[in-house]
């Protein structure tokens, strides 16, 4: 494999991506760099649903394997939500900022804290498909503490570590986090 594409257009996301894969001296392209693709659904009832529908339809439209992912953080005193529903938690259009106020507010009081990002990554050569997935497992906060990062990271401390996603050096974050298990995976599978 001399090429990937990353079937996403989340700038923070790529970021990552590319960070994680960058040792394996392959040409990464992402969404961003094909302008004409369309944005896929995610309407899928699971997450890995949701990766191999947008992983197939790049792979599909510019004929190279294609990596996507996708993630729910799982909150233990919800049964699991928002789990596949994460991005919209607050509504159809819901900002990060909406959907960490929701949450903050459904475990108003509640004493179980406990929570876990999951994330399948999936990818999809022609009639090929893998999906490979990371848990990171830790807790939601009573408050936001921090700038960095995105998404529900200013509420989620991970487990051992006293500080959020959104404090921490990207590089750790990357280390330890649901994404950066189910990328290591699939880097783990290529080396094989
Ligand atoms: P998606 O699967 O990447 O679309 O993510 C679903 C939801 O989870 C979105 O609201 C993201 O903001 C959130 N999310 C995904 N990955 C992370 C992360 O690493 N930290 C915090 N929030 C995340």
């Given at each position: 494999m001399d090429k990937l594409i990353l079937a996403s257009r989340n700038k923070n996301k790529i970021e990552e991506m590319k960070q994680l894969v960058a040792h394996l001296g392959i040409d990464v392209f992402s969404a961003l760099d094909f302008p004409d693709l369309e944005e896929v659904e995610e309407?899928?009832?699971?997450l890995e649903g949701n990766a191999l529908k947008k992983a197939r339809y790049v792979n599909q439209q510019t004929g190279i394997p294609a990596l996507s992912d996708d993630t729910g953080l799982e909150v233990e005193a919800l049964d699991?939500?928002?789990?596949?529903?994460s991005a919209r938690?607050?509504?159809?259009?819901?900002s990060y900022q909406d959907n960490v106020l929701k949450l903050l507010e459904a475990l108003k009081?509640?004493?179980?804290r406990a929570a876990q990002f999951r994330t399948v990554v999936a990818l999809v050569d022609g009639d090929q498909e893998w999906t490979f997935e990371g848990v990171c497992k830790g807790k939601i906060i009573e408050d936001q503490i921090g700038k960095?990062?995105?998404?529900y990271d200013p509420i989620f401390m991970p487990n051992e570590?006293?500080?959020?996603f959104a404090q921490m050096d990207p590089n750790i974050k990357n280390l330890i986090s649901h994404r950066g298990k189910a990328v290591q995976r699939f880097l783990e599978f290529l080396e094989d």
């Open positions: 309407d899928k009832p699971t699991g939500a928002p789990g596949v529903y938690y607050a509504g159809e259009n819901a009081g509640k004493e179980n960095k990062g995105f998404g570590f006293a500080e959020t």
